[in-house]
């Protein structure tokens, strides 16, 4: 036998005496495994207290025991001996006590303990108590023992120890739910010595004297001092536990996996799973015998065939997010009823090639990886960028880009694909995270960052909560604290680079030439300007990283070729916040005491304005993730003893070789290594995964439930066969997720109404549907809610990516600013996620809000108005026939006669108590709309004032006064106006003085006006709106700012000299001087600003739109509230001099084509060719009771449970 683990006993010198005698029950010096101590101690000792209580208490013995070399894994060349000595019903026993011994003796004792052992205690010379049987041991519990157990001791364990170390896990090889487990104890040995609480593991981890070993693991979690001593006190009681409690030993291998373990579902192989062979005649394809099985065994039956209408709106919303149109329903359902299978075949591969499936399926994605247009945490700063990622997720999906690449791009594509734009974008997967820009803890920070990253990638692209392991062996799965960190390890390099380009190897070489140019050409001034600005810079600098930690300063200060892969990390969060610093500095400020330097500086600036034209744009800002370099940081992870270092690999229980590592020139190849393992065809994970998500989203519910988490728990899948036949047709055809959804589209599972009740036998065996005995109704998402609101009304505009927009906007939502701290009112009421963590389901909720939302909410009562005006299209009655197109519209089916009955009905009673025009606030007895200029404006003779000015009121019927057959200039004019401004819009409403425009940035036209509260561009700005073409004949919008504030309830001087033309030495620029002076200060200056724009031709409106004071032409709002003593209009551009606030009388070579001061007689006609604008009807000639009611109808549509819900 050999040596190592290995004890011997024999009879030492002395003899037993005294009558009768005994046998020895080792005549010679035995050898014998460690294991077996424990028993054969205790035959001895049971031996000798068999005669000690025939012979009176003389008897004598010593046994003396022998450890030696290699006994126990670790100790090598070491030979321990002591000896036992019994004399007079005493025990002595005389063992070193060095740390190493002290080891030892804890192991092996713990062997004979469970026997019967109270108070064994070491040390020489030192007595210890009667060793007794076990049964005996038992028998003399007192009742008072095991009453403070089970009070004081067994709630305590139960409370803070079974869950991670019971029966179901044992962690660490350790259980505590029986005292024979505890005995034996895990990997680092007996848990518990009885009598001896000082000797016992179990005391000194829950003392928590180092922080390493600490149990609980969570410092929140730690016992209270008074448990901790219960819990000694019940050691050195002897640790009493009820005979009655049963034990089960359960078998662990090396790594504490139990065969429970090992047969978990979600890491077996891909089974090689035949088409069953059931229901032959209901079947379409491969999916359909799986369900009629599974359906057959409980009793259950398949339900019918949805009509053409239920189907055609079920793959519409489900595929691209939208209803089908009148037109598709109408030819759908003449071809469902000549060839279903055919016609739905047709819609689906018509679907599939729509670009508006990407916008669909790619919301699904981005739910998943918790895609944002923001930071979160209280700055929530804004990602100008990140929309780049959502437009690859949407042309992947549309490419059918195969699975397994769009994950391999996600997680490494600048590791094989750096030169490539359109790949490496899809890095953003890893930069997704919440982020704080301003967290001085830099460390804490990329803690945070490093672990939100881990987590996520776990449960994205594996469907297991990996989190759960960072703090020790998952609780509930197999996967070790190692696996946790080993996962880490492949991330753990990662940055997010704020200096690289999305662009081509020929942009940027294109990109450098140009810049090269540039900087030779400004050199000087550029160094003039350093040498101005530099001890600035430096300070910013210094003042920006001196809040950081020592620890992070010692890192930042360093060369960056001697910092650690860590240390640049930390060091590049630093710098962030040093950049962001430095971009704040505004010199104009710093130098406003200082002439010579303030002069310096603005000279300088315009010096380098005149070389703008031989600058290259900046290429487009890569908000993309790679490596900090080639050396990858330090993985670590706590055990007892310190930190342990980790390498990459894969979970332990899946016993696979470690991963095969090759580092770029720029990186460690590390994620490459991971991304290659997760789409590898035998990972039994990533596989089931994705094709569960895929299902999940044409049922309303996975095959597995949790689709996050394939651990325990998650729940099983409700067929396992089908999910492994379906993945493993997914590999076979190349992982295109496509042919995926085409095979579910046209199967009859998919196929079956959702119409049918549930019956008494559904609602006993299989309430939920999991077994699909009919299609599951669901509730439209936020965004399907949204933009079926949009398309039912007409308005919904199709885009082709680019930057987020406000929920404002009536583009489709996936286009939407997702803002963590500041969602979309409607889509955030409606479940969306807040995109914190990775969302791979949407709740469904019922909440006032929705209801509120839906009924008052500005952004649905406007759908709904649209709407109305849709189906009436400038009626001025409304028929049965618009009933029925309402009903095909918002429903997709022909409206049944007694709805369209009760619409009318409704309409007709309704209209009775809509509101017609509002009846006009009278401000003032006899009211005009002309009041004595000298109630605002004084004498006003100096500028042309005369008696009366214009008093535009909103609300009134003096709110827009319109001008009539007067030609106007749509290239260069000058607008001149004397005016007073009452009051701002609360909102971001433009406050319009003059306009020819409607209000919309697609048709052409002009405002001139205030911007309000809410504004953009700060309140009380005076701006100028155009939207017209740019020199390439593009259509274009553009607010042209002066940034010249509008003093409220102060009588103004303002004009505009506008250019919508090319100006000679910039053909692609136009320009808009701006003028302003406040008239009741006599000293006020004349404030002088021009501001360049792109709107140089395509601004003629004259045919679409009337000129208007006060307002916009078939457009709602944005009125001025004031008054106005003057209003000009001249052809051309004037100069200074020429300006009536300068006693000019306009230019020669133009004219003046409007010149009032509105004091011709009171009335209706304050101006020639003018008239006061209120209409009794809407812009589109709908009489505003008719359009009030049918929006009432039309908003009770968008309201209604079939809009809202799909069947």
């Known amino acids: 036998?050999?040596?190592?683990?290995?004890?011997?006993?024999?009879?030492?010198?002395?003899?037993?005496?005294?009558?009768?005698?005994?046998?020895?029950?080792?005549?010679?010096?035995?050898?014998?495994?460690?294991?077996?101590?424990?028993?054969?101690?205790?035959?001895?000792?049971?031996?000798?207290?068999?005669?000690?209580?025939?012979?009176g208490g003389q008897n004598r013995a010593t046994l003396k025991v022998v450890l030696h070399p290699d006994a126990i894994a670790g100790i090598k060349g070491l030979s321990l001996a002591w000896e036992i000595r019994y004399r007079s019903r005493k025990w002595?026993?005389?063992?070193?006590?060095?740390?190493?011994?002290?080891?030892?003796?804890?192991?092996?004792?713990?062997?004979?303990?469970?026997?019967?052992?109270?108070?064994?205690?070491?040390?020489?010379?030192?007595?210890?108590?009667?060793?007794?049987?076990?049964?005996?041991?038992?028998?003399?519990?007192?009742?008072?023992?095991?009453?403070f157990f089970e009070n004081k001791i067994r709630p305590v364990l139960a409370e803070n120890c079974y869950g991670c170390h019971g029966e179901e896990k044992a962690k660490g090889g350790l259980r505590v739910d029986h005292i024979d487990a505890i005995l034996k104890g895990g990997d680092t040995g007996p848990a518990l010595v009885k009598g001896d609480s000082e000797a016992s593991l179990i005391i000194e981890v829950v003392r928590r004297d180092d922080p390493d070993f600490a149990m609980p693991p969570k410092e929140k979690d730690a016992l209270s001092e008074e448990q901790v001593a219960d819990l000694a006190k019940w050691i050195a009681m002897g640790a009493p536990w009820p005979a009655t409690d049963t034990f089960t030993e359960v078998e662990r291998d090396e790594h504490g996996f139990t065969a429970e373990d090992k047969a978990w579902w979600a890491v077996q192989p891909l089974a090689d799973v035949k088409v069953p062979d059931a229901g032959r005649e209901w079947a379409k394809n491969e999916i359909d015998p799986f369900i009629y099985r599974s359906l057959k065994a409980k009793g259950l039956e398949p339900s019918e065939p949805a009509s053409a209408e239920e189907m055609v709106r079920r793959m519409h919303f489900d595929l691209i997010g939208l209803p089908p149109s009148t037109e598709v329903v109408a030819a759908f359902s003449a071809a469902y009823a000549k060839d279903p299978d055919k016609a739905v075949a047709e819609e689906v591969d018509r679907l599939l090639a729509d670009p508006r499936y990407g916008e669909r399926w790619g919301q699904h994605w981005l739910d998943v990886v918790r895609y944002s247009d923001s930071d979160g945490y209280n700055a929530d700063g804004y990602r100008p960028d990140a929309w780049r990622y959502r437009d690859y997720v949407i042309n992947s999906l549309n490419d059918d880009k195969p699975y397994d690449q769009f994950v391999r791009e996600q997680l490494a594509a600048d590791e094989f694909a750096a030169d490539d734009p359109d790949k490496l974008i899809a890095t953003a997967f890893l930069r997704h995270g919440v982020y704080e820009w301003n967290q001085r803890n830099a460390e804490m920070q990329w803690d945070l960052i490093i672990t939100e990253m881990t987590n996520v990638t776990g449960e994205v692209f594996l469907g297991v909560g990996v989190g759960c392991a960072q703090c020790h062996d998952h609780k509930f799965d197999p996967i070790l604290q190692k696996d946790y960190f080993a996962l880490q390890s492949f991330l753990n390099a990662t940055w997010w680079p704020e200096d690289r380009t999305l662009a081509t190897p020929e942009q940027r070489a294109e990109y450098n030439k140009q810049l090269a140019k540039w900087e030779e050409a400004t050199k000087d001034v550029r160094a003039e300007l350093d040498k101005l600005t530099k001890t600035y810079y430096e300070n910013s600098r210094d003042g920006a990283s001196k809040v950081f930690p020592d620890p992070v300063k010692e890192m930042y200060a360093k060369d960056p070729e001697e910092r650690t892969a860590y240390e640049e990390q930390i060091s590049q969060l630093v710098q962030r916040q040093v950049d962001h610093a430095k971009n704040r500095l505004d010199f104009k400020k710093k130098f406003e005491k200082d002439e010579k330097k303030l002069a310096l500086y603005n000279e300088l600036q315009e010096k380098l304005k005149k070389f703008d034209d031989i600058k290259p744009e900046p290429l487009p800002v890569a908000f993309i993730s790679t490596d900090v370099g080639t050396e990858p940081a330090v993985t670590k992870f706590s055990q007892r003893g310190g930190k342990v270092a980790v390498e990459p690999a894969f979970f332990t229980l899946l016993d696979q070789p470690a991963p095969k590592i090759t580092p770029t020139e720029t990186t460690t190849g590390r994620r490459t290594a991971l991304a290659n393992w997760i789409t590898r065809e035998d990972n039994p994970l990533s596989t089931r995964v994705i094709v569960n998500r895929l299902w999940q989203h044409h049922f309303a519910k996975g095959l597995v439930p949790t689709p996050n988490d394939f651990g325990r728990l998650g729940e099983e899948p409700s067929h396992p066969?089908?999910?492994?036949?379906?993945?493993?047709?997914?590999?076979?055809?190349?992982?295109?997720?496509?042919?995926?959804?085409?095979?579910?589209?046209?199967?009859?599972?998919?196929?079956?109404?959702?119409?049918?009740?549930?019956?008494?036998?559904?609602?006993?065996?299989?309430?939920?549907?999991?077994?699909?005995?009919?299609?599951?109704?669901?509730?439209?998402?936020?965004?399907?809610?949204?933009?079926?609101?949009?398309?039912?009304?007409?308005?919904?505009?199709?885009?082709?990516?680019?930057?987020?927009?406000?929920?404002?906007?009536?583009?489709?939502?996936?286009?939407?600013?997702?803002?963590?701290?500041?969602?979309?009112?409607?889509?955030?009421?409606?479940?969306?996620?807040?995109?914190?963590?990775?969302?791979?389901d949407r709740l469904s909720t019922t909440t006032p809000n929705q209801s509120l939302m839906m009924v008052n909410g500005d952004f649905s009562r406007k759908r709904a108005t649209a709407f109305a005006k849709r189906i009436l299209d400038g009626k001025t009655k409304i028929e049965a026939e618009d009933i029925r197109e309402a009903y095909l519209l918002a429903y997709g089916r022909e409206a049944q006669p007694s709805e369209v009955e009760s619409a009318l009905y409704f309409l007709g009673a309704h209209e009775e108590f809509v509101e017609g025009p509002a009846e006009a606030p009278r401000k003032f007895p006899n009211e005009t709309g002309l009041r004595p200029t000298s109630q605002v404006f004084g004498d006003g003779k100096a500028l042309g004032l005369g008696e009366n000015s214009l008093w535009i009121q909103p609300g009134s019927r003096f709110e827009r006064l319109a001008v009539k057959d007067v030609e106007l200039p749509s290239e260069e004019f000058t607008i001149e106006a004397v005016a007073n401004l009452d009051r701002l819009y609360p909102d971001?409403?433009?406050?319009?003085?003059?306009?020819?425009?409607?209000?919309?940035?697609?048709?052409?036209?002009?405002?001139?006006?205030?911007?309000s509260e809410k504004s953009g561009f700060k309140p009380r700005n005076f701006i100028v709106q155009l939207?017209?073409?740019?020199?390439?004949?593009?259509?274009?919008?553009?607010?042209?700012?002066?940034?010249?504030?509008?003093?409220?309830?102060?009588?103004?001087?303002?004009?505009?000299?506008?250019?919508?033309?090319?100006?000679?030495?910039?053909?692609?620029?136009?320009?808009?001087?701006?003028?302003?002076?406040?008239?009741?200060?006599?000293?006020?200056?004349?404030?002088?600003?021009?501001?360049?724009?792109?709107?140089?031709?395509?601004?003629?409106?004259s045919s679409a739109f009337r000129t208007l004071i006060g307002g916009r032409d078939r457009a709602k709002g944005h009125l001025w509230d004031g008054q106005l003593g003057r209003l000009i209009v001249s052809n051309g551009i004037l100069s200074p001099d020429q300006l009536i606030i300068n006693g000019g009388k306009g230019s020669p070579e133009g004219k003046r084509i409007i010149d009032w001061n509105f004091s011709g007689k009171d009335g209706e006609h304050p101006a020639p060719n003018t008239a006061w604008l209120r209409e009794a009807a809407d812009p589109s000639g709908i009489p505003l009771r008719l359009l009030g009611s049918t929006t009432d109808f039309c908003q009770v549509l968008l309201n209604s449970n079939e809009f809202l819900y799909l069947h």
């Open 988 to 1011: 971001a409403s433009v406050n319009t003085l003059v306009s020819r425009w409607n209000g919309s940035t697609k048709t052409p036209g002009w405002n001139l006006g205030v911007t």
């Open 1 to 55: 036998m050999s040596g190592a683990r290995a004890i011997s006993l024999a009879p030492a010198n002395e003899s037993i005496t005294n009558h009768p005698p005994i046998t020895p029950v080792f005549a010679a010096p035995w050898m014998f495994p460690l294991h077996r101590l424990n028993s054969l101690l205790w035959h001895w000792c049971r031996r000798l207290i068999s005669n000690e209580l025939e012979g």
């Open 721 to 840: 066969e089908l999910l492994d036949w379906l993945t493993r047709d997914f590999l076979n055809g190349g992982w295109k997720m496509k042919r995926v959804h085409r095979l579910i589209m046209t199967s009859a599972t998919y196929r079956q109404t959702a119409r049918r009740k549930m019956s008494e036998k559904e609602s006993v065996a299989d309430s939920g549907n999991r077994l699909l005995w009919r299609y599951p109704p669901k509730r439209l998402d936020a965004e399907q809610i949204r933009d079926a609101m949009l398309f039912v009304s007409g308005e919904l505009q199709q885009r082709d990516g680019g930057a987020s927009i406000d929920g404002s906007a009536t583009n489709r939502s996936v286009y939407v600013k997702r803002r963590r701290n500041s969602r979309d009112a409607l889509i955030g009421n409606f479940d969306a996620p807040l995109g914190f963590a990775s969302a791979p």
């Open 1027 to 1101: 939207t017209g073409e740019t020199f390439q004949h593009e259509p274009f919008y553009e607010v042209v700012a002066s940034n010249l504030r509008f003093p409220l309830q102060t009588p103004t001087y303002i004009a505009a000299a506008i250019s919508a033309k090319p100006a000679k030495d910039d053909v692609t620029k136009g320009s808009v001087t701006f003028y302003m002076k406040e008239l009741g200060k006599p000293d006020a200056p004349l404030q002088v600003q021009t501001v360049e724009h792109q709107v140089v031709g395509g601004l003629d409106a």
């Open 92 to 147: 002595e026993i005389d063992f070193p006590r060095t740390p190493l011994e002290r080891m030892m003796l804890r192991k092996i004792r713990s062997m004979t303990s469970h026997h019967g052992l109270f108070g064994f205690s070491v040390g020489a010379g030192l007595l210890c108590s009667l060793l007794i049987p076990a049964s005996q041991a038992e028998e003399a519990l007192s009742g008072e023992a095991l009453k």
